[in-house]
């Protein structure tokens, strides 16, 4: 029996993505939310990873396909798009949305058996760098598919490849997040805290995404070396996991700061532990628009972030912008925010959350992504 069984009327879309309940799930949330609203059949699909908690999702059906990270690569990527056509056509999918590089791809063989309308949502800067990858992406614009990047930066990026990206198909729909929802699900501070294994009375610098070089942790590390004489309460928390633990580990070894910065590892629902941050720092090399910025904004934080252009278009205006791998220009931000009392950071966080109720409405987010699909089902219907 198919998940459209006594659903004739209603066109379905599947929304493919990695990993149950990362970053980008949140973002999955809002488009099945907005096309749930309309009247769509939504699957949220997850290539790996999780199972089918149905109660956590806002999604008609959440299907968890649980392949391996061996069945994800190379040649093996055509048996897994095989299981996956099987799958569109018994639930008579019109439509694929498909996050981020390899959903993309897995989308675009599954698509030349099923020809329907696939949108791919390009995250970040540097998807397509490779050679190969940019041959795939004219030949995915060749084909009529639409793109969607999350920021003007990435829409900019994709147009800079020279490899057919144009107004036409592509274009921009800026990451949101539901700022009431967001805060709802902040624990306590003091909970945060315990959680994270912080005391009560410590200066929190904190950040959150994958251990990745171009997220530039080792540059944090470099400045609160330099900082914790002058503030021996500090701490600085990662949250995430990722290739690049190993030499963050290190660093924190040689430096003699293991009481001074805690990697905490990967974390189900990661922006709870947001309240328990006095600033919130991210020194990214690249960007499409992250996610985990909007969430310390709903947050209430002050923020440090890097002055590339996907973070300096969306940070606050009180925000602290400092140069890439510049470890000096950090510290001394880090500094102008520690020097403020609390309620002068607590006040500067207030017109972090302001700013990004002015400027990022999921309202707005919803609305545009509706529109797009609608566009490319109206023949459909």
Known sequence: MTVRAGLASRLTILQLQSKYNVADSDLGEEIARALSAAGYYVISAFLKG????????VADRLHCFNFSEFQLK?????????KLYRYCKDNNIDLIIA?????????????????????????GLGDYDRSYRRRMLKSFLG?????????????????GLEVGATDSNVSVINNA??????RKSFLSREKARKLLGVEDNSLIVGTIGRMVPVKGHKYLVNA?????????????VIIGDGRERE?????????NLAENVILTGWKDNASRYL???????????????????????????PVICSDIDALASVAPPESVLVPTKDSDALARGMTELLSKSCEERAAVGQLALEYLSNNHSVEDFRREYHTLIAQLLEPAR
Do not use: C
């Open 143 to 159: 084909r009529q598919w639409k793109f969607v990047g999350v920021s003007q930066a990435v829409k900019t990026y994709l147009m």
């Open 74 to 82: 190379g040649l093996w990527r055509f048996a897994t798009a095989l």
């Open 50 to 57: 999780g199972d089918a908690r149905t109660n956590e999702t």
């Open 224 to 236: 609160i070396q330099a900082l914790v004489s002058d503030y021996p309460s500090l701490k600085l």
């Open 177 to 182: 997040i539901d700022i009431e929802r967001s």
């Open 275 to 301: 309240s328990g941050f006095d600033i919130f720092a991210f020194p990214s090399l690249s960007e499409g628009l992250p996610l985990a910025l909007l969430e310390a904004m709903s947050a209430g934080l």
């Open 247 to 255: 030499s963050i580990e290190r660093m924190v070894t040689d430096y």
């Open 99 to 123: 996050h981020r590089f390899k959903q993309i791809h897995i989308a675009d063989i599954v698509n030349r058996w099923l020809q329907i309308p696939v949108v791919g949502v390009v995250h």
